[in-house]
């Protein structure tokens, strides 16, 4: 299974049959059901699953967790007051919105900081409970002197001492918090994380941890995790916005070409010993913080994106006007706009892909301006058992964490019209349109929606220069996806040769092989496709 998790990061890829929601989740068939420490708990416990909505997603241990909670009566709650939320994009009216508003919308729930910042530092009690329990994990997931059983039972008796009798303090102080006030932010990478740890255990596992597929989990996690999830959007399940995106507090500011940059410094909430190299906690917040600091140089990216969708269709004001009210551009005029827009773009993606390329860095660098710390550098053997493991999840029809929950190369393929029919492409946007929020879904249907797609205007353009430019920008997006796979080989490739990660996935490496194929070739050959589909949107240049 672990196999198909990272399978899962490089391309958004799950051949599961059972992707959907689901009402709750089982311990029956957790492999570690019946260890002797395991059974003595569970015959002193009345184990009880709760009757929830699928879009809530909080089975509990109800008589062990919360022995003098009514939980139906605290689920109905906020099951109510989430029934006001808008109904899905697929079913709600969806006219033509400019861009550039889908775009200040998303900003605007982020406190216009992109990524959304957030600020567990001033959590108020009791939600601050939660971010010291987070803070004492990597502690125990790096020691070997816990099971998975005891983490979880360690977890469990924390929660119960000091969470349990504040739950209807701590959703009153949930429903207080908004997003992009930093606290919600914080709050939902924190249970994020809680609930990432209490799936895996300490650190690195063995495979009977890998093949649960079903698990209960604590309430005191669940419901206000699923009630911040529902509020913008996402699954009931850790993704990559609620555990990566979200995770960040520090930050400096960068100058490249000319340009103010955000600059996160660090990670908030880990899985390993920050200070303990032997154990891969470098690589981990290299991981992370490369994904995160790629969605922050990628801010200028969604903005010159917006601009030229919207320069394409005759609409260039900032602020929002009806199409017949914007003075109308000669041909040379407006293709030259969209020249120097594209060019602008295309610098913009080179900067965000080289800080994925960063990722590999083995010294410090410094390239456009663009520093790179060797401590983030992603070590191969550490990286399947200490970075890419504990963002799994695949509980009950659930994904993992995926790159194709992020914004970037989904707003590249919408701007260009990448679209494709490989089986990789079309779980890579399933997998987008159910991982994100809200907003960030919005974003792109307005680019996908827009009256005229770019690809159209070039191709009935009789400019040389505009189909060269436009072939230069898919040249980029191409040439990032070759360098996507050659990354992706070497870590899937460490990862599978890697004694710990085959510990770990043991014969369910198998799981992800077809007609024959290992885990490092079919994601070859998944990558090979995409790439071929983004080639062939290069157009005929000359008139």
Known sequence: MLAKIFFNLFTGYDDSENNKFVNNVSISKCPFANTPSYRAKRNSTDYHKQNTSSLEYTPCFTSYIFPNANLSLLNAK????????????????????????????LFKNSNNSWPPKSSPSTVP????????LCDEIPSRMSSDAYTHVEFMAWMIEYLSKNILHLMTDIMSKIETLQPGDGHYEAMLSCLSVCLLSYRWGPLPNGSSTACVSSLQLPSELTIPFTRLTSRIG??????????????WSESTTLNIDGEDITWPLDTRFTFSMRDDSDIGSTTERGFYLSVIRMESMAKRLYERAATLVELVNGYEETQSKSMSDTTKDSVETKDQKIIEAMIRLRHSATHVFRVFYSMTAKKTQSSHGCPFAAPFAMSVSAWSTHAQTPTGWELSGFKGISGSQALIIPVLDTVLSCVGTSPAYLDAIDSYEHYTTQAMRDFVNSIKNVPI?????????KSVTLKREYNQLVSSLAL????????????LGGGESNVEAEKTAGELVNKLRKDGEGTVDTFSRAMTERILETKKLLVEEMP
């Not at 109510?80 to 200040?104: A, H, K, V």
């Not at 996402?234 to 995770?247: A, M, Q, R, V």
């Not at 797609?453 to 353009?461: A, F």
């Open 78 to 105: 906020f099951k109510e007051s989430s029934s006001t939320l808008p109904p899905p994009s697929s079913t709600r009216p969806t006219p033509y919105t400019y861009p550039r508003d889908s775009l200040n919308n």
């Open 125 to 132: 009690y009791p939600l601050s409970l939660y971010i010291q």
């Open 234 to 247: 996402l699954p009931p399940c850790p993704t990559l916005y609620s555990t990566i995106l979200c995770n």
């Open 453 to 461: 797609s770019l690809r159209e205007y070039v191709i009935k353009s």
């Open 480 to 491: 990032f996806r070759m360098g996507h796979r050659a990354i992706g080989r070497k870590y």
